[in-house]
């Protein structure tokens, strides 16, 4: 078993009060002063493999529940909007690998690349068409096509009505959590001159202004647990909004592009396009073209990579529904399996008798027996220290999936537990972790 693929660990003195937060934080009980040192690795809540669920025939740019046909999935496929139940695919307009512009009805009205949609009700969809610079509507029970945003083919910016706004390069579309008749579209644009996120009245049309300052490219969006704060994907950082200011501030990530994860101050991030809140704490974000999910972990203040094995294609979208995870790429919709595989492993190194529940991502597990194991001596440290020397009931304890001992140390507390969190910032000044060599540098 190599401890570099564990992503997470709790520690604390009763099972009476599990902390079952999210898929990468699991729980564990520590009784001090026994003899036994025996550790206990347990995948349950752990996403750790794709399988197949849809073809399609290209970029599945974003997908959700469908409310047309309850228990599938609608989904983008490029330059077309379809439907799946997991063994048929339907395609409701336009054509994947066929863009232009017209509204002919069904699959010979022509879209240019559609990277969002919002259903208005069971019948009705908007979709955003990033090439054509509008929103437009298409009635699942007729295949009407019709303008419903901006003016179509003529890119810009202007206010007002469809036919007389200009839209440009329209990304994400999301209900405005605080006002139900707006829509927020996200415009992927570097200049405010065009306004970063615009307002569109989900009953005529109209579009607006909400945000023109503070974003770069923005495509991703999604809303908090309390919907008043709003996280949006950008070129190379993720921004949140305090919606009822506007303020706009950095979470994550700078304007270089990068492929560090770890504490947020070191994370850089390489074109994060979708974003979604799998629990209050945590964020899971899809990059450009990228094989791997990443997680943030708001209340820890690290980002982590998911290593979930098979994904043959790159990533564009992540949805949750129906109480499973979808991941959209380039050809397939892929559900994530749950798995609730227990490895026993031997750890003399540690004093105390300790049954922890690992979060891993690969299982190395013979009749669910690990021989030998040895835990590095950072971590083995940090362990004994938090549930020796804390000064709390409850220690929790995270790694990244790399070997620890290139990690240091970051304690915090809110009030009730403490956190032992294993940053990503090397033991020389000036260096910086790099993934891709797993060195400082």
Request: charged fraction near 15%; glycine fraction near 8%; proline fraction near 3%.
């Amino acid at each position: 078993m190599n401890f570099s693929k564990v992503s997470s660990i709790s520690i604390m003195t009763s099972f009476a009060y599990l902390l079952s937060q999210t898929i990468l934080i699991l729980t564990c009980l520590a009784v001090p002063n026994a003899s036994s040192t025996n550790f206990l690795y347990d995948g349950i809540n752990n996403y750790e493999k794709a399988e197949l669920y849809s073809t399609s025939t290209s970029y599945v740019f974003r997908m959700e529940e469908d409310e047309y046909i309850p228990g599938n999935i609608l989904f983008t496929d490029l330059h077309s909007l379809r439907t799946t139940d997991g063994i048929s695919v339907s395609t409701i307009a336009g054509s994947p690998k066929s863009r232009g512009y017209n509204n002919s009805s069904g699959t010979s009205a022509r879209f240019n690349g559609l990277y969002g949609f919002y259903q208005k009700n069971s019948t009705h969809v908007i979709v955003a068409d990033y090439g054509n610079a509008c929103l437009r509507m298409i009635d699942r029970t007729t295949g009407q096509i019709s303008q419903f945003a901006g003016t179509c083919q003529t890119p810009g910016h202007r206010n007002g009505q469809v036919g007389y706004a200009y839209l440009t390069s329209p990304r994400r579309i999301l209900l405005d959590k605080t006002s139900p008749t707006t829509l927020i579209v996200s415009q992927s644009q570097a200049s405010s001159s065009y306004a970063y996120l615009r307002s569109i009245d989900i009953n005529t049309g109209d579009a607006g202004v909400l945000v023109s300052s503070g974003l770069n490219y923005p495509r991703g969006m999604t809303w908090d647990e309390n919907e008043d704060i709003l996280y949006v994907t950008n070129s190379h950082y993720i921004a949140k909004i305090t919606w009822s200011t506007k303020a706009v501030e950095t979470v994550l990530g700078s304007t270089s592009s990068g492929n560090i994860v770890g504490g947020f101050s070191q994370s850089l991030l390489s074109t994060p396009k979708n974003l979604l809140f799998l629990t209050p704490e945590i964020i899971i974000v899809t990059g450009w073209g990228t094989t791997k999910l990443i997680t943030i972990n708001m209340a820890s203040q690290i980002s982590m990579n998911v290593d979930i094995f098979g994904f043959d294609s790159h990533i564009y979208s992540v949805a949750q529904f129906n109480g499973s995870i979808y991941v959209g790429t380039d050809g397939k919709i892929y559900k994530l399996s749950e798995t609730s595989i227990q490895c026993s492993v031997k750890a003399p190194s540690l004093p105390t008798e300790t049954e922890v529940k690992f979060d891993l991502y690969t299982q190395n597990c013979t009749n669910y027996l690990v021989e030998t194991f040895e835990i590095p001596t950072r971590t083995r440290d940090m362990l004994t220290k938090a549930v020796e020397n804390a000064g709390r009931e409850k220690a929790q304890i995270l790694t990244l999936n790399r070997d620890p001992d290139f990690l240091l140390p970051l304690i915090q507390s809110n009030g009730q537990s403490i956190q032992v969190v294993l940053d990503t910032k090397c033991t020389e000044d000036g260096k910086v972790y790099q993934e891709s060599t797993d060195t400082c540098v």
